[in-house]
């Protein structure tokens, strides 16, 4: 009997993914995912078999690595950032009962959460949110009442999947349900193609941001009251201000 | 000009520490410190010079820190899990206008809540917040309010620090203002010493976890109204179940 690893491979380049993802990836006899992400780590495994395919057909592939594992193969299905935030740890493990015998290990990575704030610098530090802003999967009526509630709750939050071609206003209001009750000076930021080539990143309001364009590479930071911009980055304080 | 890295090193074992941040300690010349930290990464470094502190003297490493950087020397600053959630890269940063002509990098790592979570299973596939807890720098009235907002908005949540010699009921309480918007049964988990010796997991409802006995070694995973235990592992669904 295979197993299967559910790998998360962080934002993309080999220095952000860790030895025990690494080793899942070398263990298997088949590395399964969306073709971006496969060949982000191909090189590092030029000789393994991969199996490819579209971002939509995730139950396929999910059901395509346990078969492999009954089959008696290790399959470990890749994942950009962390497999288990909006990646395929979810979707693998719900197979389960139909494959009780087949071993699962996830492994952790680095979420866009992590990596984009460590170039804005440190807009995570106290307590946060992280919401998707895709209504694929979602109501938009949920999204909105997270939002809403992150923002009462005067969390940091950070935004996934804030744009594509069918959702180019989406970002715009979720500012608008966030102003409800931030002011429109709360510092934000966002950070495109976190640890790829033509990274950017930037710092602005909240105001400012509603007016953004942003695209579907890119992760967006909104901070809490206490967030400041210092020296040109993002930080939010562990706790009160003035407190050691 | 020395540089300040500020590391995160994971949950303590070599196969979470990526290369970027073994990289970023290899090129300091000074690894800084609470020495639980120093202590788990210095048979990697063993010729590596240390300077550690007791835990709560964080200021002092972070001015220390930077003092050796403009001294010429390159100083790495360790934080368990990642460096921006409740670790030092806020204090640090937060020095800047001090020392504004050095340059601190942040090096992100695998915080519990990704580490813990691949443990369970995928608690944090949807939309999640995180909460400390501890009430050192933080009023319990904020704590409470978002500990109430993240449940009113239906996320998964994730504890930190959610006990001490001091705050030993801290769980129970936050468990009694969850359970005025989630239902007794909401699937939960906790995992000790995660990625550690003597690891230890578990699921258990909120009912349950109000009456649990933790430590301050444990992470707490509150899954939202959609999370199951499927095979003995926590699942969160990534939007509405049944949809594909």
Redesign the interface.
Known sequence: MGKVYVV?I?PG????????AR?AMARADVLCGYTVYIDLVQPLFPEKEVYTTPMTQ??ERCRWAVEAARAGRNAAMLCSG??????M??????L??EF?EVE?E??????AA??G???L????????????LSD????WE?IE??L???A????SICLYNPSSKKRADYLRRACGILLREKGPETVCGWVRNIGREGQESRLLTLGELQEEAVDMFTTVFVGSSATRA??G?M??????EG??
Chains 1, 2 share one sequence.
């Open positions: 998360g962080g380049g080999a220095e952000q993914i860790t030895p025990q080793e995730e139950r962390d497999a288990g935030v909006y990646g740890a979810g979707p693998l493990l719900q389960c009962p009780p699962v996830v492994v952790p990575g680095i979420t992590l990596s704030a460590a170039v610098g440190a807009p995570l530090m106290h307590d946060f949110c992280v919401i998707s694929l999967l979602t109501p949920t009442k997270r809403l509630c992150a009462r709750g005067d969390f210092v020296c980055r930080v939010t304080p562990r706790g009160y407190k050691p």
